[in-house]
């Protein structure tokens, strides 16, 4: 194809999740709801983390971490999603498309990194506990999550300036809500092999890298559990786990649907609900699985509620 074929967009079109109006305003209802839900659940989690001293341990520091991330996440997708409900209107434009790839991905790069981190941290506590309070001081805390923060959106700053270095053929339309790689890859007029490749090995490295520790650190907890002879401690180490255990199951079932497994042959309608699961539910249900069965999270809840009262 000669590049005078190849036209200069200024505009993507959204397909959306329906076309038909009253689904799409009772879908802006579901959706603003789920918002406001995941807004209050984890600035509510910050918030105790920040105000009860019995919070202040690492866990419950990269656990603020997370939330910030959830909370900037569904941010950088939810309210351009919202009013392409509530108008109609599903234009966006290139730097808008290429921004909201951007933060989309440097913050889902950021979780996948974090819980990494989580993971080593409770293997420490669980199997090294005499060396866990020097090893995982302050300062090695905040090493830990600005390498997380910093690491995210260096990867997603390469990714999306290789994905839009292509030329795109109009009319430029997405079947999809969002602005993703995989969907705005397909509409290039170029070869996007390289970039493909590329994108699949960073990738690679944001999911599996962090994978691979959450497996290795729940596989010596494991070891290190059924080495135990006390039932408290089991369900001590059960407890603090299997919160962690939820969301990685959660996050990774979902994150590696889109962005590892093969793209051919994938129905869009597919793509959408998965897609739908990891910006919306999966950010909904993350502030509950980590304070349904948190004792120490529900005894500030307590405390806080208490003051409130006073």
């Known amino acids: 194809m000669g590049t005078n074929n190849f036209t200069s967009t200024a505009d993507f079109i959204l397909v959306g999740l329906s076309s038909d109006r009253n689904t799409q305003i009772l879908l802006f209802v579901l959706i603003l709801l789920m918002y406001i839900f995941i807004l209050v659940g984890n600035l509510g989690v910050i918030m105790l983390v920040r105000l009860d001293p019995h919070l202040h341990k690492p866990m419950?520091?990269?656990?603020?971490?997370?939330?910030?991330v959830e909370i900037w996440f569904v941010t950088s997708n939810i309210p351009q999603m919202l009013n392409h409900l509530l108008t109609g209107r599903p234009e966006l434009s290139l730097i808008r498309c290429a921004l909201q790839m951007y933060l989309s991905l440097s913050l889902g790069s950021v979780e996948a990194l974090l819980l990494g981190v989580m993971a080593y941290d409770r293997y420490l506590a669980i199997c090294r506990p005499l060396v866990y309070a020097t090893v995982m001081g302050r300062c090695f805390q905040f090493r830990l999550a600005s390498a997380c923060w910093a690491a995210g959106f260096a990867i997603a700053a390469v990714c999306v300036s290789i994905t839009f270095q292509h030329p795109f053929c109009g009319p430029c339309c997405i079947d999809h809500f969002v602005c993703e790689i995989p969907m705005v890859l397909k509409l290039s007029c170029d070869d996007t092999r390289v970039t493909e490749f590329a994108?699949?090995?960073?990738?690679?490295?944001?999911?599996?890298?962090?994978?691979?520790v959450i497996l290795t650190s729940y596989g010596l907890i494991l070891s290190s559990v059924l080495r135990m002879r006390s039932a408290t401690g089991l369900r001590k180490a059960f407890?603090?786990?299997s919160s962690h255990l939820a969301v990685v199951t959660l996050f990774y079932g979902t994150i590696t649907f889109v962005y590892i497994r093969p793209q051919s042959g994938t129905s869009p309608v597919n793509e959408k609900q998965v897609a739908v699961f990891y910006l919306v539910v999966t950010p909904l249900l993350n502030p509950l699985i980590y304070t349904l069965r948190n004792k120490d999270v529900h005894e500030a809840m307590a405390k806080v509620l208490r003051r409130w009262r006073l």
Request: proline share 4%.
């Open 239 to 241: 407890s603090t786990c």
């Open 199 to 212: 994108i699949f090995g960073f990738a690679g490295v944001v999911i599996l890298g962090p994978f691979s």
């Open 60 to 68: 419950y520091f990269f656990l603020s971490h997370l939330s910030s």
